[in-house]
């Protein structure tokens, strides 16, 4: 299949996916909120985030966020998991974080573009000998983001650390030349995990999907911390093509940890070199290096072509073993998603 019309099916299927409504409202219907269903109108939503909490959203529902967000603390908006729950993200939304945010169960439909990445931090107040401002989770949890043209996150600033930055059983789409994780700005994730997803992007950009380029070394937070970065049983599509998958900080430290493990990565990098790139590009032993069971592809002349012979650390104990061998032929999107010919490696939904 020709990856334009891949890359298209693919997007008319987000939106198809996302454009369901279960919860309608109006001007006559329109309620502040029905607390047993947890169902919201617009000005609710907003005002129930502003008191941040957990936030029940209701079976199948579908709200509108048309601004950006200030959350005093930590928040959790939930969805049910059989029904899940629908955010149509106006051109002002967003979400301004200092502590956990967590999405579960949740649908981010982009309308008409965002002016705002759709997580970001606040400016960080540290008292008097404090090194760091602590976060616990940044989860997203089974949840679908479509047509995201700005950071799905944006440090904003310095002095943040966040222990766990999650991304689980999820669907993304990027559809502009963006970064996905920008922490260019500082503050740092110690842990970074993309597990059992599909990160997407139509067209490929051309910078890297996580960059702390510019802003501050975990080292900085925590002088005794490890940085790992996990991808895990999951798909990822068309990020920085020919350029350097990761771009970070600093590059190729002791205190950098990989693990890549049963994923898909098709036009990721540059050919041949998706496993250096998200150590920034550079080979090397100082890294903690787990690379086992992944499929890399490349697309030359409209066809998939296997590149994993060429991927390397350059570790002399070479720890990228049992890759995939072959080609990992994906259907028709409209009608199977990336459903593949492999059951070897990627995001397990499309293994069904």
């Not at 999650?166 to 970064?179: K, P």
Request: with cysteine.
């Amino acid at each position: 299949m020709k990856k334009i019309n891949f890359l298209m099916s693919c997007a008319a299927a987000m939106a198809l996916a996302l454009s369901f409504t279960s919860c309608e409202f109006s001007e006559d219907n329109a309620i502040p909120r029905v607390v047993d269903e947890g169902v919201y109108t617009p000005e609710a939503l907003t005002a129930a985030i502003e008191k941040g909490g957990t936030v029940e959203l209701g079976y199948g529902a579908s709200i509108e966020l048309n601004q950006l967000v200030n959350v005093p603390g930590s928040l959790k908006l939930v969805g049910n998991a059989e029904a899940p729950a629908t955010i149509v993200l106006g051109e002002e939304a967003g979400f301004v974080i200092s502590s956990d945010f967590v999405a579960e169960n949740v649908n981010f439909m982009v309308e008409d573009g965002l002016n705002n990445p759709l997580v970001q931090l606040a400016a960080a107040e540290l008292a008097e000998g404090q090194t760091a401002v602590y976060i616990k989770d940044i989860t997203f949890d089974n949840v679908q983001v479509s047509s995201l043209d700005k950071a799905l996150f944006y440090s904003a600033g310095k002095h943040y650390l966040i222990k766990n930055f999650t991304i689980n059983n999820s669907v993304i789409n990027v559809t502009e030349d963006i970064t996905v994780f920008d922490f260019t700005k500082g503050s740092a994730a110690q842990n970074l995990t993309v597990s059992n997803s599909t990160l997407f992007a139509i067209p490929a950009t051309s910078k890297a999907m996580y960059s702390s380029q510019g802003g501050q070394k975990i080292t900085e937070l925590d002088e005794n911390a490890t940085q790992s970065f996990n991808f895990l049983s999951s798909t990822i599509v068309d990020f920085a093509m020919n350029k350097n998958f990761f771009s970070h900080r600093q590059s190729n430290q002791k205190w950098l940890a990989y693990t890549l493990k049963n994923c898909i990565f098709v036009d990721c990098g540059k050919k041949g070199q998706t496993v250096r790139g998200i150590n920034g590009g550079q080979a090397g032993t100082n890294p903690t290096w787990t690379v086992e069971g992944n499929a890399f592809q490349f697309m030359e002349n409209d066809e998939l072509v296997d590149s994993s012979d060429a991927e390397s650390t350059g570790d002399a104990n070479e720890p990228v073993v049992n890759s995939f061998q072959g080609v990992v032929e994906f259907g028709d999107f409209l009608t199977d998603g990336f459903k593949q010919s492999s059951t070897m490696a990627g995001d397990p939904r499309w293994l069904k």
